[in-house]
């Protein structure tokens, strides 16, 4: 959840699974580890088992069609995607997931027009998120004047897409939230530097244990 080229680094080195994991659980364990390590570090285990949901959407496609929706577990943190924080950084208006909630806590970011310095806060469908321009770290002014242009950071490349339950407007720094993600043929709308399957063992480890628990 950062620009950083050590983030990159350690995503690109990291490996599913190491030879010494044997047991279903040591696989389940280790999945649900390295997601929650990237969807929702700053959570504690008990606040995250009030969030997760066991019941995951049924997939609305044809018997017919050849084109295969991914796991539907992919969708496990989806509800994540709502908070201010991850919506101020999935625009690209910082460089980092802990950026936007220091930009939230210091009143750099409103909710429908209004400060909301909240950055666990939920939105809604249609709520609009928008944020200072001298706070957005890709606006700087250029030497010539005080007008700020946009100057692309480095490493910033291989993290500028923008979801499709994003629309942002540039111009205006603005984003709205269009709607909680979904998954399409052979992709899905969570942005997660791991597959489908390995998210599925994630979500089979709090399944579980939800069951236990009962």
Sequence with gaps: ???????????SRKKLFSPKQRTRFQFMWKAKRDTRGYHDANITERRWLRMFKPQLPTLNMKLDDKAKHPNTASLMYA??????DFI?????????????RQMIVHGKVKLNGQKH??????????????????????????????????????FQQPWM????????????????FLREPV????S???????PP?????AFEYYFRRGRTRK
């Excluded at 101020?88 to 936007?100: C, E, G, K, L, Q």
């Excluded at 897409?161 to 709205?176: A, G, H, Q």
Aim: charged share 20%.
């Design 161 to 176: 897409f923008i979801p499709e339950y994003l629309e942002v407007n540039y111009n205006t720094c603005s984003t709205v």
């Design 188 to 194: 899905t709308e969570v942005p997660s530097p791991y």
């Design 88 to 100: 101020v950084f999935r625009s690209h208006f910082a460089s980092s997931i802990w950026m936007a």
């Design 117 to 154: 310095p909240f950055p666990s806060h939920t939105v809604k469908d249609g709520d609009i998120v928008t944020v200072d321009p001298e706070a957005v770290v890709t606006l700087r002014p250029s030497k010539e004047s005080k007008e700020l242009r946009f100057s692309a950071l480095p």
């Design 183 to 186: 998954t399409r043929p052979n």
């Design 79 to 84: 509800c994540m995607e709502r908070r201010m």
């Design 197 to 201: 399957e390995f998210h599925s063992l």
């Design 1 to 11: 959840m950062s620009w950083d080229p050590r983030n990159l680094y350690q995503l």
